[in-house]
């Protein structure tokens, strides 16, 4: 009994050690979690046969990968979950922003550095950490670009749970954060207990999603999805959809804005995510008259180089279509035909269209809300730690 007492002991240890250096890199939240995901299986499996994942084909093709660890990286015994904060309070308003239709909103995780790059660093760190103490562990970390349920994994970790808009949201820390995992051999003590789930009878996230994406509890139709269709689709955007994505020119957060937990959001830690080439402010004028040469060098080490610059001018041409009337906006869409390639041209074409039907004095823009109120839900909520500075717009940590 003392040899497996002494066993259990030390296992502890080294899991409150790898928790505590997983803290001193800037990770915010750390939990252990076993491979057994069989629990979701049947809903992911089901979400794919609705063909509710798109275009992205690579997610049928990866098979049970996803949902069964141990196939991915045989002799996986326990998966080490991590959270790191993105949100960046000193920012220009995103309420303001994302409201103003002639500005360009982009989703606040892609504002900084490319956070894959960040993440992995961190990761290898934490990985060599743990090497120091167990040299035999065999230790291998994913952010976000393998077949990994990220989100189901820290839930099981004990991490948050998971909400009717499909994200991970930590009772005391929202979900404006980035997930990462250390898949190991090592067998560690896991947390057994989850977070209740804490969404019960709010709908704020589905009431808000502008595309209506979000189609059942958890459930998100990425066809529908803004994130989606900026990043993720290669392709023209359904004609039904462009008014809806509004100047969301690269993802969407309005699920997360509109999500009470997010009043506790702890602020951005990392100089890496702080605001890049003023993209929480600039203009959709300003951003597509970006040549292809500027595209490349202002996304340098930033997520958003990976749509590349076709998929960058559709969805600034998509939103300039949605902007109030402005004939320097015509003249830009004008200028711009044949510059690109034909999809660009289809949506340039499209943007013209609606601008000059703007002219006419009986069309009312449809899109107009009060100013700082969500159209559906009942409020924003921000960070409580910090104020709204309303002369120049920046999100103000207090005094």
Same mark, same amino acid.
């Given at each position: 009994?003392?040899?497996?007492?002494?066993?259990?002991?030390?296992?502890?240890?080294?899991?409150?050690?790898?928790?505590?250096?997983?803290?001193?890199?800037?990770?915010?939240?750390?939990?252990?979690?076993?491979?057994?995901?069989?629990?979701?299986?049947?809903?992911?499996?089901?979400?794919?046969?609705?063909?509710?994942?798109? =275009?992205?084909?690579?997610?049928?093709?990866?098979?049970?990968?996803?949902?069964?660890? =141990?196939?991915?990286?045989?002799?996986?015994?326990?998966?080490?979950?991590?959270?790191?904060?993105?949100?960046?309070?000193?920012?220009?308003?995103?309420? =303001?922003?994302?409201?103003?239709?002639?500005?360009?909103?982009?989703?606040?995780?892609?504002?900084?550095?490319?956070?894959?790059?960040?993440?992995?660093?961190?990761?290898?760190?934490?990985?060599?950490?743990?090497? =120091?103490?167990?040299?035999?562990?065999?230790?291998?970390?994913?952010?976000?670009?393998?077949?990994?349920?990220?989100?189901?994994?820290?839930?099981?970790?004990?991490?948050?749970?998971?909400?009717?808009?499909?994200?991970?949201?930590?009772?005391?820390?929202?979900?404006?954060?980035?997930?990462?995992?250390?898949?190991?051999?090592?067998?560690?003590?896991?947390h057994t207990r989850s977070v209740k789930d804490g969404c019960g009878s709010c709908q704020a996230c589905i009431q808000e999603c502008p595309t209506q994406a979000i189609v059942a509890d958890g459930v998100v139709d990425a066809r529908r999805c803004i994130s989606y269709l900026t990043i993720e689709h290669p392709g023209p955007i359904d004609e039904v959809l462009r008014p809806l994505m509004g100047n969301r020119i690269y993802g969407c957060d309005d699920c997360q804005l509109v999500c009470p937990w997010n009043h506790f959001t702890p602020p951005n830690q990392q100089v890496d995510f702080k605001v890049r080439h003023q993209l929480d402010q600039a203009s959709l004028i300003e951003l597509f008259s970006w040549t292809e040469a500027e595209f490349e060098q202002n996304t340098a080490g930033s997520p958003i180089r990976r749509i590349g610059y076709e998929k960058w001018q559709r969805n600034i041409a998509t939103a300039l279509g949605n902007a109030q009337f402005d004939v320097d906006i015509v003249t830009l869409l004008e200028k711009n035909l044949g510059k690109v390639s034909e999809m660009v041209d289809q949506h340039i074409n499209w943007a013209l269209q609606q601008q000059l039907n703007k002219q006419k004095p009986e069309v009312k823009d449809q899109n107009l809300q009060k100013p700082g109120r969500p159209f559906h839900a009942a409020k924003y909520y921000l960070p409580k730690a910090i104020k709204t500075t309303t002369q120049t717009g920046f999100l103000d940590r207090p005094e």
């Open positions: 009994m003392s040899n497996a007492s002494e066993n259990a002991d030390d296992l502890n240890q080294l899991s409150r050690l790898i928790s505590q250096h997983a803290y001193s890199l800037g990770f915010s939240h750390c939990g252990i979690s076993n491979t057994d995901l069989s629990a979701h299986e049947a809903d992911y499996f089901n979400w794919i046969g609705l063909g509710y994942h798109g =275009t992205m084909d690579y997610m049928e093709k990866h098979g049970t990968k996803r949902t069964r660890p =141990t196939e991915l990286i045989p002799g996986t015994q326990s998966v080490i979950s991590v959270l790191m904060p993105y949100f960046e309070y000193e920012q220009h308003h995103p309420i =303001t922003q994302l409201q103003s239709s002639q500005q360009a909103y982009i989703s606040r995780y892609a504002l900084g550095r490319d956070y894959h790059k960040v993440l992995r660093k961190k990761l290898a760190k934490l990985a060599e950490y743990i090497l =120091t103490l167990e040299p035999q562990a065999a230790l291998r970390g994913f952010v976000d670009s393998a077949p990994v349920l990220e989100r189901q994994l820290a839930h099981k970790a004990g991490l948050g749970f998971l909400g009717k808009n499909s994200l991970l949201i930590h009772p005391k820390a929202g979900s404006w954060f980035f997930i990462g995992e250390i898949y190991t051999n090592l067998i560690l003590p896991t």
